[in-house]
């Protein structure tokens, strides 16, 4: 009986002195420890958190006119040979800006140009990001961002001068509108 | 004896090291998105109605030693439907750092007062790490008419009244003022109107026409 005391005693002590060694471990050895086998199973392991959005429908007003605008010519430009259902989607999205048949064939010019540059833009950026990947490196993605909003700047610069103030005075109370069926990175918000 | 105690010792923490190094040789990897989705919905003359879905944005990379990330490709994801038209449809895969800009459009000719059911998520999906990106715009369209009585002409401006012989009109102004000439007594004017669940919303979409007859409020 006694010997059986001893030794649940000494079991007792032991378990105790055992959880003060593991509890001394620095974590991230015992966190290692246990990931090991987990590596086989999941190899990669991403953060897929979400960045913040713009919901344009609740916060409309947080949203950028250059955002907005890159969102909205993407939308009402087209490619140098539309079909003639595309064309009538043009028309159909413009129409708010009642311009004339003179201004729409300007505007329908602009967006072409502006359809082209912005792919031009991203062709180039996405070609020297490609390399970059290719020798390890991250690419630095800013001054492609500057130039995308210059080109955006630009088409909308182009439209002011193509159409009457007011037309444009139309066009801008639409796209303002038009914010609340944008969601919007926060980085394209700041 | 010191000398073995010390190895063995060394040798055991070594072994504790090298497991917390093979779980950070897994690739780690953070993806933060800044992709913008645009919906843009409009009518044209003949009722038919567009969907059309932008895609729009990037994704920043964070990269452990161990991930090879030039492997990686993006794919745009669209799915934009209008009642029983239109459906999934993929852009073409770019590197993981790369700018995408992708959309689809739909229409889908539609019947004033009737509602069509929506939809329009835009997802980003990757060949590591599937989809980690996604936003949803879906509920339900309907194309609203409000018919207008002619009122009378100021300015070379005409004032048309809302005139209802039937039905209600869910969406617009009681008076409107339309550039002069006015040939007729009525004008008609529509509306898409998007709802979700009890929440619904007038879009102008600045189609109209003149009319001799009125047509019912929708």
């Known amino acids: ?190 | 004896m010191k000398t073995r105690l010390l190895t063995l010792t060394f040798a055991a923490l070594c072994s504790l090291l090298f497991s917390s190094n093979a779980a950070a040789q897994g690739c780690a990897l953070t993806l933060t998105p800044h992709y913008s989705q645009y919906v843009s919905r409009s009518l044209d003359s003949s009722n038919n109605i567009y969907q059309h879905v932008e895609l729009d944005g990037y994704a920043d990379v964070g990269i452990s030693a161990s991930c090879h990330m030039s492997t990686a490709i993006h794919h745009p994801s669209i799915y934009n439907t209008i009642g029983s038209q239109g459906g999934s449809s993929s852009g073409p895969g770019a590197c993981a750092s790369c700018y995408v800009s992708y959309s689809t459009t739909v229409n889908f000719p539609g019947v004033p007062g009737i509602e069509y059911v929506v939809s329009a998520d835009s997802s980003m999906v990757c060949t590591l790490a599937g989809t980690f990106w996604g936003v949803s715009s879906d509920g339900w369209i309907r194309i609203a008419v409000s018919n207008y009585l002619y009122g009378g002409t100021s300015f070379s401006v005409c004032t048309y009244n809302l005139y209802c012989t039937s039905g209600y009109a869910s969406c617009g102004y009681p008076t409107i003022g339309v550039d002069a000439p006015c040939p007729s007594n009525y004008f008609v004017a529509r509306y898409l109107v998007f709802r979700i669940g009890v929440n619904s919303t007038c879009f102008p979409v600045s189609i109209g026409n003149f009319s001799a007859t009125p047509v019912p409020c929708s």
């Open chain 1, 1 to 190: 009986m006694s010997i059986t005391k001893r030794s649940l005693t000494a079991a007792l002590l032991g378990s105790i002195a055992l959880f003060i060694v593991l509890a001394m471990l620095p974590s991230k050895i015992v966190q290692g420890r246990s990931a090991a086998p987990q590596q086989a199973v999941v190899p990669h392991i991403h953060d897929t958190t979400p960045a913040n959005m713009i919901d344009g429908s609740v916060h409309p007003e947080m949203i950028q006119d250059k955002d907005a605008y890159r969102l909205f010519l993407q939308a009402a430009a087209l490619g140098p040979y539309p079909s003639a259902e595309e064309r009538n989607r043009q028309r159909a999205t413009l129409a708010a800006a009642h311009f004339t048949d003179a201004e729409m064939e300007s505007a329908s010019s602009i967006l072409v140009e502006f359809k082209s540059q912005y792919e031009d833009a991203i062709q180039k950026y996405n070609t020297s990001a490609e390399a970059a990947l290719a020798s390890g490196a991250i690419p630095d993605i800013r001054p492609f961002l500057l130039e995308r909003d210059a080109v955006v700047q630009s088409a909308k610069q182009k439209l002011e001068d193509a159409v009457s103030p007011k037309s444009m005075v139309r066009l801008h109370a639409y796209v303002q509108g038009e914010k609340s069926r944008m969601k919007v990175a926060m980085e394209g918000a700041q």
